[in-house]
């Protein structure tokens, strides 16, 4: 087996027949969920899929639980004729961390993709109610008997990571985590030891899944850039993210157009200055704001998971989110919080609440669960103006 390492701005993920992995890797999700993907939207996911492979973006990013298995199932379509050109990256729900959990989640994994092996298995999330021996020791059986070319793990903090190693005998390759300009708390610890040890960093949703906001500092910045390197400012926000060593940024487009200019970004060669101004102005410092003061409902953010309005709804958790607010609760005690919550100042007019929660409900609930609502939560304050839709 290759070994796993990395080179800017070209990951050296190397498959069985030598086949060099790009760093700029596909998210397969986006058809919809299952019950409601239409026949066409399936059809469009699979054909934009193929074009972005066409363009080299051959690592493709899946798990069992995106979109009830169909994010699987469509990447399964997708490599038929081409799996040995394909480095798979899938990973299994928190639920099934136990050892026969593991085992069970992988041949379905399997199944779906029609395939008998998986590149990048990898822990989802940690759950704290399964050792995290027992979740390790399963992938590394899987990996010694080569049902898995190599092992990681998501959303870990770096206690949990060094963990992690240890019980592998150094054998987990990557570490996958948000990172974009507005969540760059993986700077801090994560990727300094990733560079020390050589775990690639895998980084996802470079665009705060829709959510990015700029001041007009950052605007103008990342304007004059976008028209000095002759590219979006969408397409030099992922080349920023490659100018780390040792790491991959899983984008997500529906569109063929998104998808070819995401294609494009590990061409675009920042010059050292620039990257340092980006990286002097995108600061974002976690707060810690009283609960009390923060407005769960809010009225122009319909996210999906907006769901649990009371703190017994989130204990109850009927949805089944995994982790779950209790399950997060213990977690957040034992290691502390994974990310800070993301507010934006209110739109509240009865001056009860400073600010409303566009993301991390069930951390929210997790902290509130954990320690009551007297103690302030870590949270990432979004302020200014979203992209403007002619100069992405
Ligand atoms: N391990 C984990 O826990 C975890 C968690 C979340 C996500 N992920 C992975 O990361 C992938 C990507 O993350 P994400 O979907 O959350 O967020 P994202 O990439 O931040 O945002 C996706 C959005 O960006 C738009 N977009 C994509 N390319 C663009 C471009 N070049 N210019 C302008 N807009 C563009 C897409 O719109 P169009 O479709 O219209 O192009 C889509 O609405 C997921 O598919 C998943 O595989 C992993």
Redesign the pocket.
Known sequence: MMPLSGNTPLLKLTTADGTQIGSV??????AGRRETATEGAIRKREDVLRYGIDLGMTFL???EH?EDGL?EEITGRVVCGRRDKIFIGS?FNPLNNSYPGVMKAFEGSLKRMNTDYIDLY?I??PNPSIPLKETVNALMYLLESKRIRYAGV??FTMQQLKEARVISGNKISTI???Y?LSNRFAEADIMPFCRDTGVVFVG???????R?MFSPDELSLLSNLSEKYVA?I??LI?AWMLTHSDTAI??????M???A??AA?AAIALGTADVEAINRLFIREVHVIPTGRIRLLHPETPEPSWIYNTLQDARENRLNMQPGPVELAKEIEEAGMLKPVEIIPTSDQSGCFDYDLIHGQIRYWAWVIAYGEEKPIPANIIKGQRLPENV?
């Open positions: 890797a596909q998210g397969t999700t986006g990013d899946t798990g995106y994010s990973k990898q989802q999330w998501c959303n996958q985590m948000e974009n996802y949703s470079p665009f705060s899944q829709g990015q979006t969408n397409q992922i899983i984008t997500r487009s529906t569109g157009e998104n998808t200019a995401n970004t992405t």
